[in-house]
């Protein structure tokens, strides 16, 4: 039984590594996306404080209606201060300046018993010891009237205190109320003096009677507080709350409270929802690559490389999105430019959706941001078709711009924004959202061809330049092998445009493919002219291994050269391990013992469609070069 082949088990073994390598680099690009998106959820860098400066602009995630509870207290305690006390009449203060009236009298009795001297000395003992203002007229009563006369003085004060305190006394209402007690002093009809000496002791011990009633007081404030409807205020989704600069106040601090923005800890479940979202799209990339782009599939560096831009891509858009710049200025266009050159033209037309639900979840949540991602993405890739110079992305990203200025206008007027203003400016950032993706675009992109060792049709186009270097070399110091290189390359060109082949590479890469003949340019054919061959002194074996040494000299000078890997390779591979049959011919007929394989090129053999095509136009061209007469 024929055993079975031994490459089977080594593909089998070889799997596991490849889905491992696929799986990390998803999981690199997994981590680095939420940690990127995931900023919009973690605390603020700085604590703010009351009375300190603002270090960043914070907008509101949300829109949000909440109690401002400041406002609604400043309001609640203006209510209160506007509610009078509550007053109730005091007896217990008209019984006070009804003993300070009695003993007023009292004291008068006291000095007249006891005070000697002239009538005016004991007229101002009495005033000194009352220490109530009297008049000369009222001191005179109470030094010269008789017992029964101040008696009825007495009696009469007495009575003025009592009916003018009786409906209570306020403080605005103290003169009316002395002015009762005097009324009520004249009506016991005494004589001047005693009526002075009664009026004054009756209006000088009257005071208000009445007191604040701390209970009604209390209830009617609280009843003013409970009529205060609370202040609502409303914050809209991406209104800035705090801008960098702006002395914190508590105001801010509730109003950033309540849309959830500070203080706060990790937001654990919307980072959750970030690493599934993220999940799901690379798992439905990685499906599509796989199925539909097995090409790239297949390559560890081009899905780094998609990883690198996607990543990139989102990073550059969570730095110039708000709230420090606009989240209309995100340029997730220049990822769809990128790989559709780098790539391929549906790779980046999928893969713009997929950035556009990126660019969503960096600008929280928002719409319009998505949309202008993704019309601006679809265009970038088709602006981007057919660059043939590095000025052709200046174009491109004028029409990327006026494309996202149109997708900004759009989604503003259906979301209700309908202010001249806030659309004019909408879409001037979507418009230099357009002309920034094609400055990254065209700065970034050699980096990334020489890195991943790339090349695009602005590269081929700058190396089929017959000024480069290497070319320049060849064409004046090999002049047939750079004339056979131009012959061979419109065949090849022909050919590729005939079977879908990438003709601009087959063009180039055909110039390059025997530049290792600068080395020994009078060994090949092209380059005897006017000179002997000098392969007629030279054995088969010998001439074999000079002719085949032009293939190890081509890849020297394209390392030497820095050209890149893709054009290297249609030098080993345009003769494949093709036999150089003249010499090996040359060796059966002298019979001389030799190696095969010393008259085979090392190859290895064409691995693509490009280098199989000059392959075979490169022996058309040297067939017909080796007759005599072509027709």
């Not at 509610?83 to 007896?91: F, K, M, N, Q, Y």
């Not at 002015?179 to 009756?202: I, Q």
């Not at 090409?295 to 999105?321: M, N, P, Y």
């Not at 054009?567 to 010499?583: E, K, M, R, S, V």
Request: glycine content about 8%.
């Amino acid at each position: 039984m024929k055993p079975a082949p031994a490459t089977q088990p080594a593909r089998l073994i070889a799997a596991p590594p490849m889905w491992a390598r696929r799986a990390l680099i998803g999981l690199a690009t997994l981590l680095l996306l939420t940690a990127i998106i995931g900023t919009d959820y973690l605390p603020l860098r700085r604590a703010l404080k009351v009375g300190q400066p603002s270090p960043v602009d914070i907008e509101s995630p949300q829109t949000v209606e909440f109690v401002d509870q400041i406002r609604t207290e400043a309001v609640r305690a203006g209510a209160v201060r506007a509610v009078a006390p509550v007053l109730r009449h005091s007896p217990a203060r008209v019984a006070q300046a009804q003993e300070a009236a009695a003993k007023a009298f009292d004291t008068i009795e006291a000095v007249r018993a006891s005070a000697s001297g002239s009538p005016a000395e004991r007229m101002a003992a009495i005033k000194r010891t009352v220490g109530l203002p009297l008049s000369d007229a009222a001191a005179a009563a109470a030094v010269g009237a008789s017992r029964t006369g101040l008696t009825a003085a007495r009696r009469a004060s007495a009575t003025a205190v009592s009916q003018a305190s009786s409906e209570g006394v306020r403080e605005d209402g103290l003169p009316m109320a002395r002015e009762r007690a005097r009324s009520a002093v004249r009506d016991f009809r005494l004589d001047p003096g005693l009526t002075a000496l009664a009026s004054e002791v009756a209006v000088a011990v009257i005071r208000p009677t009445m007191e604040e009633d701390p209970v009604r007081t209390a209830q009617r404030r609280q009843a003013a507080v409970i009529n205060v409807d609370p202040v609502r205020v409303q914050v809209q989704r991406g209104q800035t709350i705090l801008r960098r600069g702006d002395v914190v106040t508590p105001s801010h601090l509730q109003a950033l409270a309540a849309a959830g923005v500070y203080p706060a800890g990790v937001t654990w479940l919307a980072v959750a929802g970030v690493v599934v979202i993220v999940t799901l799209l690379l798992l439905v990339t990685g499906t599509y690559l796989w199925q539909y782009q097995p090409e790239i599939w297949a390559k560890d560096r081009l899905l780094v490389l998609w990883s690198l831009i996607v990543v990139g891509t989102v990073a550059l858009c969570q730095v110039l999105g708000a709230p420090r710049f606009s989240n209309f200025l995100m340029p997730a266009a220049a990822a769809a430019m990128l790989l559709g050159i780098l790539l391929r033209p549906r790779v980046a037309l999928f893969s713009s959706a997929v950035l556009a639900v990126l660019v969503g979840l960096t600008a929280g949540q928002e719409l319009a941001p998505v949309v202008v991602a993704l019309v601006g993405g679809l265009v970038g890739v088709f602006a981007t078709r057919q660059i043939h110079r590095r000025s052709d992305f200046g174009l491109a990203g004028l029409f990327v711009g006026v494309a996202n200025a149109g997708a900004a206008v759009g989604a503003g007027l259906l979301g209700g924004f309908t202010a001249l203003p806030q659309l004019a400016e909408n879409a001037a950032y979507s418009l230099g959202n357009g002309i920034l993706a094609a400055i990254i675009t065209i700065g970034v992109l050699p980096f990334l061809e020489q890195m991943f060792g790339l090349i695009t049709p602005i590269k081929l186009l700058e190396l089929a330049n017959p000024a480069h270097p290497l070319l320049r070399r060849l064409q004046l110091e090999a002049p047939g092998t750079y004339h056979h290189s131009i012959i061979v390359s419109n065949l090849a060109e022909a050919a590729a445009e005939a079977v879908g082949a990438d003709s601009l590479l087959v063009r180039v890469g055909t110039y390059y493919h025997d530049v290792g003949k600068l080395r020994r340019p009078a060994f090949f054919m092209e380059n005897q002219i006017g000179i002997e061959n000098p392969h007629d002194r030279m054995t088969p074996s010998l001439s074999a291994l000079t002719v085949s040494a032009h293939v190890r000299d081509g890849l020297e000078l394209a390392r030497e050269y820095r050209l890149p890997q893709t054009i290297a390779d249609f030098i080993p591979q345009h003769h494949g391990t093709a036999l150089l049959t003249y010499f090996f011919h040359q060796a059966l007929e002298r019979g001389e013992p030799f190696d095969e394989a010393a008259f085979r090129y090392e190859g290895p053999r064409p691995q693509t469609r490009e280098t199989a095509i000059v392959m075979l136009a490169d022996a058309v061209e040297a067939a017909v070069r080796s007759l005599p007469r072509p027709t």
